[in-house]
């Protein structure tokens, strides 16, 4: 009987990840068909005429590998960043008593309920009073800090041992060195379940840097790809559409593939009980 249980179950995730994995699946196979073949071909995995020029017609008519270039610093930077500063602002949370550090840490924590558009029209009054518009530190410097990175570091340095605190001070190791050497590396499941998070939230990213951006040479993939769905054109192409739907979800997938050992890791560790 419990065999039977274990096979149902199984059954059932393999299901639910077919059903995840067809819509992606069609896309991209879709992207790989000529226009005038793609809505009767729409229902079909897989399909034998297929072509690149698609693709090519992209990078033709937008500049696509500009906007896949500003996504990847703009993501990449925003999480380097987000990762340190969450890291160093968790760790002190966690580990040093100061005044006012729990209204601190509470005030870090209401900010993780105040819905995101409702900062959108400060900020943007902050990076025009700074004469940051349409620069890279518009798209970057909103994420480098948020609530959930330094919450989500807090808690795991609550469980970091104050041996290994006591044994780095007696090796000569100072505060910092403490921390990047020895704190940072056990934290790494964590760590990178943070970086994951963050680069697939400043990756697709939308609304901020629609509204920071101006110059073509700026704009972002998601930008980029909404302009280019047809706010200018009486016809959709949509073979060209899911193509740069494809490409837009490479690097994702990547980052994904990177991480996915420590942060299956990370998930399993906190579904143990020590």
Avoid at 89 to 105: M, S
Avoid at 130 to 136: A, G, N, V
Wanted: include cysteine; proline fraction near 4%.
């Amino acid at each position: 009987m419990r065999k039977f249980r274990i096979f149902v179950g199984y059954l059932i995730l393999i299901f639910i990840a077919l059903s995840m994995l067809y819509p992606f699946l069609v896309m991209v196979n879709l992207s790989f068909v000529k226009n005038d073949a793609i809505f009767s071909q729409a229902g079909n995995v897989f399909y034998t005429g297929l072509t690149v020029e698609n693709y090519k017609h992209v990078f033709e008519q937008i500049p696509l590998s500009r906007y896949f270039l500003n996504s990847l610093i703009v993501a990449t930077v925003t999480t380097v960043g987000q990762v340190l500063f969450a890291s160093l602002a968790g760790y002190a949370f966690a580990r040093f008593k100061f005044r006012g550090r729990d209204f601190l840490f509470l005030l870090i924590l209401i900010t993780m309920l105040i819905p995101p558009q409702v900062n959108i029209i400060p900020l943007f009054f902050i990076m025009r009073e700074f004469h940051l518009i349409d620069t890279y530190s518009a798209l970057i410097l909103p994420g480098l800090f948020g609530g959930f990175g330094v919450f989500l570091m807090r808690q795991y340095f609550l469980s970091y041992p104050k041996d290994l605190e006591e044994a780095a001070k007696i090796d000569g190791c100072n505060l910092f060195q403490g921390f990047f050497k020895i704190a940072m590396p056990l934290a790494l499941p964590t760590v990178v379940t943070l970086a994951l998070f963050t680069f697939v939230s400043a990756w697709n990213s939308f609304m901020w840097p629609l509204i920071v951006t101006n110059s073509e040479s700026m704009r972002t993939l998601p930008v980029g790809l909404a302009i280019f769905k047809g706010s200018f054109r009486e016809i959709t192409l949509w073979g060209e559409l899911l193509a740069c739907s494809v490409i837009c979800t490479i690097p994702v997938i990547g980052v994904f593939l990177l991480g996915k050992k420590y942060f299956i890791n990370d998930i399993m560790q906190g579904g143990v009980k020590e």
